[in-house]
């Protein structure tokens, strides 16, 4: 009786398990940081800082930084007139992401432009 009382406990407990949420990707708190971005349009650095942190944490845990995170920051460093690194940023969406090439060719010859304005 007590073999059959775990295995329904075990049971239930893995198929509880299987229906928690997996995600793929590691959003990090990238969703409450974009609301405060949009509530605060004109604080762009603490929402540099949270897009470099879910990149940071991704990228260290080993697993995919979700899909157009590298494009955002990219494109935060690119307003703030780091056009360089906002390049290297356009560059790694890319390459992780193949389906945003020609969006981010476009945006890499953009922030090439900056570059070569700047100077």
Same mark, same amino acid.
């Given at each position: 009786?007590?073999?059959?009382? #775990?295995?329904?406990?075990?049971?239930?407990?893995?198929? *509880?398990?299987?229906?928690?949420?997996?995600?793929?990707?590691?959003?990090?708190?990238?969703?409450?940081? #974009?609301?405060?971005?949009?509530?605060?349009?004109?604080?762009?650095?603490?929402?540099?800082?949270?897009?470099?942190?879910?990149?940071?944490?991704?990228?260290?845990?080993?697993?995919?930084?979700?899909?157009?995170?590298?494009?955002?920051?990219?494109?935060? #460093? #690119?307003?703030?007139?780091?056009?360089?690194?906002?390049?290297?940023?356009?560059?790694?969406?890319?390459?992780?992401?193949?389906?945003?090439?020609?969006?981010? *060719? *476009?945006?890499?010859?953009?922030?090439?432009s900056a570059?070569?304005?700047?100077?």
């Amino acid at each position: 009786m007590k073999a059959w009382k #775990l295995a329904v406990v075990l049971t239930v407990a893995g198929m *509880t398990a299987a229906c928690a949420p997996q995600s793929k990707y590691a959003w990090g708190n990238y969703e409450s940081s #974009l609301y405060e971005h949009y509530k605060t349009p004109g604080d762009t650095t603490a929402f540099a800082e949270h897009l470099a942190d879910t990149i940071s944490k991704a990228e260290t845990s080993g697993r995919k930084v979700p899909p157009g995170i590298y494009a955002e920051y990219g494109q935060v #460093l #690119l307003e703030s007139g780091d056009s360089k690194q906002a390049a290297v940023f356009f560059e790694k969406e890319k390459a992780t992401w193949p389906e945003s090439t020609v969006f981010m *060719t *476009t945006m890499i010859r953009v922030a090439s432009s900056a570059k070569e304005a700047k100077q």
